[in-house]
């Protein structure tokens, strides 16, 4: 480890914010004790706030109808080789239901920007499975909206409310996504989605086309500021039928190593062993909750259409009750057990438990 990055990385433990310099030191050292060192903290900082607790989330994946084409993305509305779907309410009830059986408690509603799917429509899905499923809570995950329309969905009842910014480096973003997709109103959803008051998730992708050391110290940067309540992080996968298809995946240790600098930085926030890093890795559930991730989200979309939500080339095919089991037999193994309730985010009392005072 470099003096400059053994600097920055005792300012990081100590709760002290890093400028985005500090942050690209941090990821320019690639030596092995740092990577090890700061997940080992990682891992045990949150199992210290988090009581050995992963939380469940059933992920259903709604529709895969998407009027965006993100370069990266299977169900960009280009690859027209994609057989596309959409669930409707029942059998998005029949999902959600069959994970509240199992003890799940937040229901994750995914999908494309699916122009179908109004803004009265989700409002009232949530309305009717917040109706059915008493205690659960419901994120959802369907992209860019109005102001307006995050507003019905919060007073409909949804607290939670996942869009990764991909990237808080404006050229970065342009690459990914091309001109017509606006950076800035990507941040400005995430600024609404906050201020009206949902637990607010952003996040980016490991080993994008394009992406330097800069790009993801901008990254961590922003999210330091931001404060967001999750962060989901995932190695980039490539994806048949995309620009990006053939290109080379992200890579699993830097993954681990930027989860470990998020807990590290944000010790409440809520954070992933995403189904992208458990593709990747096969041990990444367990990489990840070492590395202080406290959250896994077992798919339960309709094995029928699971291969049609394909964001990236070998999303695995589990059924939702025989993913959950699994993950959940790797949890207990590890000395960990599942969560109760919602798990919603907490903010920890005091100062940070990786030693220092955070700001306010
Ligand atoms: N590889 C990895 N992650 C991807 N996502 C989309 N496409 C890919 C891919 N090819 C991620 C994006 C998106 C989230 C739902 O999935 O970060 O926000």
New binding site residues.
């Given amino acids: 480890m470099n003096a400059a990055a053994a600097q920055a990385f005792d300012r990081l433990c100590a709760g002290a914010p890093l400028s985005e310099a500090e942050f690209e030191r941090l990821l320019l050292d690639k030596s092995r004790s740092l990577r090890q060192e700061a997940r080992a903290r990682a891992g045990e900082l949150a199992a210290l706030r988090f009581g050995r607790t992963v939380h469940f989330r059933a992920i259903v994946e709604t529709t895969n109808v998407c009027s965006r084409d993100?370069r990266?993305?299977?169900l960009r509305r280009e690859n027209a080789a994609l057989r596309r779907y959409r669930m409707d309410e029942e059998a998005i009830h029949a999902c959600c239901g069959q994970a509240y059986r199992l003890g799940i408690r937040t229901f994750v509603l995914?999908g494309g920007e699916d122009p179908a799917l109004t803004d009265e429509r989700i409002a009232g899905l949530v309305r009717s499975l917040l109706a059915s499923f008493p205690g659960a809570a419901v994120t959802l995950?369907f992209g860019e909206k109005s102001l307006g329309g995050y507003r019905k969905f919060f007073e409909a009842g949804a607290s939670r409310y996942l869009l990764?910014h991909?990237t808080a480096d404006p050229a970065h973003y342009r690459q990914l996504h091309g001109e017509r997709q606006s950076w800035w109103n990507r941040m400005a959803c995430l600024h609404a989605l906050k201020d009206i008051g949902f637990q607010t998730g952003c996040?980016?992708?490991v080993g994008t086309p394009g992406q330097t050391a800069t790009a993801l110290a901008r990254d961590l940067a922003f999210m330091q500021s931001f404060r967001p309540h999750m962060i989901?992080i995932?190695?980039?996968?490539?994806?048949a039928g995309t620009p990006?298809a053939g290109m080379s995946p992200g890579d699993a240790g830097l993954t681990l190593f930027l989860l470990a600098v998020c807990r590290l930085m944000l010790p409440d926030v809520l954070l992933p062993a995403t189904t992208?890093l458990r593709t990747l890795d096969p041990s990444g559930c367990r990489q990840g909750i070492l590395s202080g991730c406290n959250v896994l989200m077992p798919n339960f979309t309709p094995d029928e259409f699971k291969a049609d939500y394909a964001?990236?080339d070998g999303k695995p095919r589990t059924s939702g009750e025989a993913s959950l089991a699994s993950l959940r037999a790797e949890v207990e193994a590890m000395g960990y057990r599942p969560g109760q309730g919602r798990g919603d985010w907490m903010p920890l009392a005091g100062g940070s438990a990786a030693g220092g005072e955070h700001d306010a």
């Fill in positions: 993100c990266y993305c299977g995914q995950s990764r991909e996040g980016m992708m989901g995932g190695p980039f996968l490539p994806a990006f992208a964001i990236y």
